[in-house]
């Protein structure tokens, strides 16, 4: 289907008229977010490089763009082409794995109507010691994401940080929409798990 709209098609027009100034305003509007889904796939120093390469990748490529999806989509696209490469030259490409039954934090959760038997415990942040227990969740959310794996992050992180809508996602990854919610399903499980730990125990 073509995803082309007025704004994908003027860019792509500035780009192949004038190409250098309108290239250098897209890396500043896209450059942290590409960085950030390299990060899904390799550790910092590594995702730089892999966003650096894709950069480069995308500068030639852009005569042949055809509009077809939007601009992000098109360099997400590239960047993970670009992180997955990396990954095969040092024999540690991710793999999807959905065969294999994980426990689930959501289990048992809900009446057979969708509502809560147990909901979540409210939390109201109104005193210095409770603003930094937030920031310490902070630093448990990051470590739950990081320990994720890939596509599990990956997922997350188009969808969840990015608003990526659920096709765009699949042609980008590679994977059918059902494996897409289900490593979604996954990522959102652990971290849920881990947010109401902490808000029992104060730890991760």
């Not at 892999?50 to 480069?56: C, L, M, P």
């Not at 990954?87 to 540690?92: F, I, S, T, V």
């Amino acid at each position: 289907m073509d995803r082309s709209t007025p704004e994908t098609l003027n860019l792509l027009e500035a780009l192949r008229r004038e190409k250098d100034p309108t290239f250098a305003g897209l890396v500043e509007r896209h450059h942290a977010k590409l960085l950030a889904v390299a990060r899904s796939y390799l550790k910092d120093g590594e995702a730089e490089e892999a966003v650096q390469e894709a950069w480069i990748s995308a500068y030639k490529a852009i005569d042949n763009f055809e509009g077809r999806s939007s601009i992000q989509t098109w360099l997400i696209r590239i960047v993970i082409n670009e992180a997955k490469m990396r990954l095969r030259k040092a024999g540690r490409e991710p793999t999807v794995s959905l065969s294999s039954v994980d426990s689930d934090a959501m289990a048992g959760r809900f009446k057979e109507n969708g509502s809560w038997r147990e909901p979540p415990v409210r939390w109201d942040f109104s005193s210095p010691d409770e603003l930094l227990q937030e920031r310490n969740l902070i630093d448990c959310i990051e470590k739950t994401l990081t320990s994720l794996p890939v596509n599990q992050r990956c997922v997350m992180e188009l969808r969840d940080m990015d608003g990526l809508e659920f096709e765009d996602i699949c042609n980008v990854l590679d994977l059918s929409a059902s494996n897409v919610r289900v490593l979604l399903h996954r990522a959102r499980t652990q971290l849920f798990a881990m947010v109401e730990n902490y808000q029992e125990t104060g730890q991760c």
